[in-house]
């Protein structure tokens, strides 16, 4: 009797010193520099530059001089979006920003927000820092970082900004929000060197956040938005005060994940799966497998040579189109598909569509943008943060046309402190930007559930 209570207490003990050692896992990063050439001499250089967006005559003339000379191909018959980008809608995408869209009124809309620069680990950082202009009475202003993912921009919050920082209810939360591009992306500096990866931009955006005077803050991230934002919490637990991710992808749990996928269609309640889970995940090879293979053909380029269909899109504007806003419609719906318009405008308007896509042809940004894709991916699908949890109090917003469908028992493998897990109404990868009143935190619950814990 006495053995079996001993070896007891020493396997429990085992396993409590596992989970444990487990729980106090905190991600490790070294500083780089990613700037031309050695780091310099002297004391890093940590002033705040106003940015302001312009464009020129010059500018335009070469945007539309490439437009007129580009050379149309015919889709073919009954083919709506399943080949790619249909050439009829590109044709009639591409009228528009040649004869109507206005890029001046636009850089004027951009510019409405406050943009700056300062120079970490060698490279100028471009951000947007908006703080409320009217904050109620007793009420408490929560700093919120923003990051976008590929391919979009900074741009995509601009919809969502006004409800974090204008908020009509009085008793809502007040946001002072900043949203950078990422290193490559925008009017970011692309890095100098290999290597750049998610812990790198993440460690990045802590060093912005602490220059700005911030000790602790919220974060919000979306496709590599997630991954760097999750970074940011494994890397600061304690200044990450809270996480909220409107996608996120299996990197744990791999036995309950493969029981769940087994058993979950026919005995979804010890799983938890609800009925979208059902209908999202099975039939599994579908649904995931091949659905997936359909719709990864970019990221297969992008993280292995990025630099050699990035050069053509660099220099064909159409091309640039055709191929970011392809995953717009896509990636929004997976039956746009079946479109021959691929339901473009069904949620966005061509003007903000391409505001996008014109902050990645004026910044010249398309080929350091598809190499995050070979720094993530290209070396590896297992680099070690992804086998590290995040405690940090989590929400997550399930979007019902995401690309990668993740029920609560998925999330909740990495994310171990998950408050708030919401099923979205409508809206797939572009959240913030397709659906910002149903994206807007405060709706959610979940930074009213961390402000009670805080």
Same mark, same amino acid.
């Given at each position: 009797?006495?053995?079996?209570?001993?070896?007891?207490?020493?396997?429990?003990?085992?396993?409590?010193?596992?989970?444990?050692?487990?729980?106090?896992?905190?991600?490790?990063?070294?500083?780089?520099?990613?700037?031309?050439?050695?780091?310099?001499?002297?004391?890093?250089?940590?002033?705040?530059?106003?940015?302001?967006?312009?464009?020129?005559?010059?500018?335009?003339?070469?945007?539309?001089?490439?437009?007129?000379?580009?050379?149309?191909?015919?889709?073919?018959?009954?083919?709506?979006?399943?080949?790619?980008?249909? =050439?009829?809608?590109?044709?009639?995408?591409?009228?528009?920003?040649?004869?109507?869209?206005?890029?001046?009124?636009?850089?004027?809309?951009?510019?409405?927000?406050? +943009?700056?620069?300062?120079?970490?680990?060698?490279?100028?950082?471009?951000?947007? +820092?908006?703080?409320?202009?009217?904050?109620?009475?007793?009420?408490?202003?929560?700093?919120?970082?923003?990051?976008?993912?590929?391919?979009?921009?900074?741009?995509?919050?601009?919809?969502?900004?006004?409800?974090?920082?204008?908020?009509?209810?009085?008793?809502?939360?007040?946001?002072?929000?900043?949203?950078?591009?990422? *290193?490559?992306?925008?009017?970011?500096?692309?890095?100098?060197?290999?290597?750049?990866?998610?812990?790198?931009?993440?460690?990045?955006?802590?060093?912005?956040?602490?220059?700005?005077?911030?000790?602790?803050?919220?974060?919000?991230?979306?496709?590599?938005?997630?991954?760097?934002?999750?970074?940011?919490?494994?890397?600061?637990?304690? $200044?990450?005060? %809270?996480?909220?991710?409107?996608?996120?992808?299996?990197? $744990? %749990?791999?036995?309950?994940?493969?029981? =769940?996928?087994?058993?979950?269609?026919?005995?979804?309640? *010890?799983?938890?799966?609800?009925?979208?889970?059902?209908?999202?995940?099975?039939?599994?090879?579908?649904?995931?497998?091949?659905?997936?293979?359909?719709? =990864?053909?970019?990221? +297969?380029?992008?993280?292995?040579?990025?630099?050699?269909?990035?050069?053509?899109?660099?220099?064909?504007?159409?091309?640039?189109?055709?191929?970011?806003?392809?995953?717009?419609?896509?990636?929004?719906?997976?039956?746009?598909?079946?479109?021959?318009?691929? %339901?473009?405008?069904?949620?966005?308007?061509?003007?903000?569509?391409?505001?996008?896509?014109?902050?990645?042809?004026?910044?010249?940004?398309?080929?350091?943008?598809?190499?995050?894709?070979?720094?993530?991916?290209?070396?590896?699908?297992?680099?070690?943060?992804?086998?590290? *949890?995040?405690?940090?109090?989590?929400?997550?917003?399930?979007?019902?046309?995401?690309?990668?469908?993740?029920?609560?028992?998925?999330?909740?493998?990495?994310? +171990?402190?998950?408050?708030?897990?919401?099923?979205?109404?409508?809206?797939?990868?572009?959240?913030?930007?397709?659906?910002?009143?149903?994206?807007? *935190?405060?709706?959610?619950?979940?930074?009213? =559930?961390?402000?009670?814990?805080?």
């Amino acid at each position: 009797m006495f053995t079996e209570v001993l070896v007891a207490i020493v396997i429990g003990g085992v396993i409590y010193f596992l989970v444990q050692k487990r729980r106090s896992q905190v991600l490790k990063t070294k500083d780089g520099w990613w700037g031309v050439g050695a780091p310099p001499d002297g004391e890093e250089d940590i002033s705040v530059r106003p940015f302001k967006i312009s464009t020129s005559d010059e500018e335009l003339e070469d945007l539309y001089r490439r437009i007129d000379q580009t050379r149309p191909v015919a889709s073919l018959e009954d083919s709506q979006f399943h080949y790619g980008f249909n =050439s009829q809608c590109l044709q009639k995408v591409v009228s528009y920003w040649r004869n109507d869209f206005d890029w001046r009124k636009q850089v004027d809309k951009l510019n409405q927000y406050p +943009h700056f620069k300062t120079n970490i680990e060698g490279i100028d950082v471009h951000y947007m +820092h908006i703080k409320p202009q009217r904050v109620p009475q007793g009420s408490a202003v929560i700093p919120l970082i923003m990051v976008h993912g590929w391919p979009g921009s900074f741009y995509e919050f601009f919809g969502i900004i006004p409800l974090l920082t204008e908020p009509s209810d009085p008793g809502d939360c007040v946001f002072e929000v900043v949203c950078p591009s990422i *290193p490559g992306y925008g009017f970011s500096e692309a890095p100098h060197k290999k290597g750049f990866d998610t812990v790198c931009a993440a460690r990045i955006f802590i060093k912005l956040m602490k220059r700005l005077g911030f000790q602790h803050f919220y974060a919000q991230g979306g496709d590599w938005g997630w991954q760097v934002t999750t970074n940011m919490a494994q890397l600061e637990p304690k $200044m990450v005060t %809270g996480l909220h991710l409107n996608f996120a992808s299996v990197t $744990m %749990g791999g036995l309950i994940v493969t029981l =769940s996928i087994m058993f979950g269609r026919h005995f979804p309640k *010890p799983f938890g799966f609800t009925d979208l889970d059902i209908q999202r995940l099975y039939p599994f090879m579908d649904k995931l497998v091949v659905e997936s293979i359909k719709e =990864s053909g970019y990221m +297969h380029i992008q993280a292995t040579k990025p630099d050699t269909a990035g050069r053509g899109l660099n220099d064909s504007p159409v091309g640039l189109a055709a191929y970011i806003l392809e995953k717009f419609s896509t990636a929004t719906n997976f039956d746009f598909r079946n479109l021959e318009d691929g %339901g473009l405008t069904r949620k966005f308007s061509l003007d903000d569509l391409l505001t996008n896509i014109m902050i990645y042809w004026t910044s010249g940004c398309i080929v350091s943008s598809m190499r995050f894709y070979k720094e993530n991916v290209g070396h590896g699908l297992a680099p070690p943060h992804t086998k590290i *949890p995040v405690v940090v109090p989590t929400g997550f917003a399930c979007f019902p046309n995401e690309v990668m469908h993740m029920p609560k028992l998925w999330v909740q493998q990495k994310y +171990h402190n998950l408050v708030s897990y919401t099923l979205m109404a409508r809206g797939g990868h572009f959240a913030a930007m397709e659906e910002p009143q149903l994206d807007t *935190p405060p709706s959610l619950t979940l930074y009213s =559930s961390l402000i009670e814990i805080l």
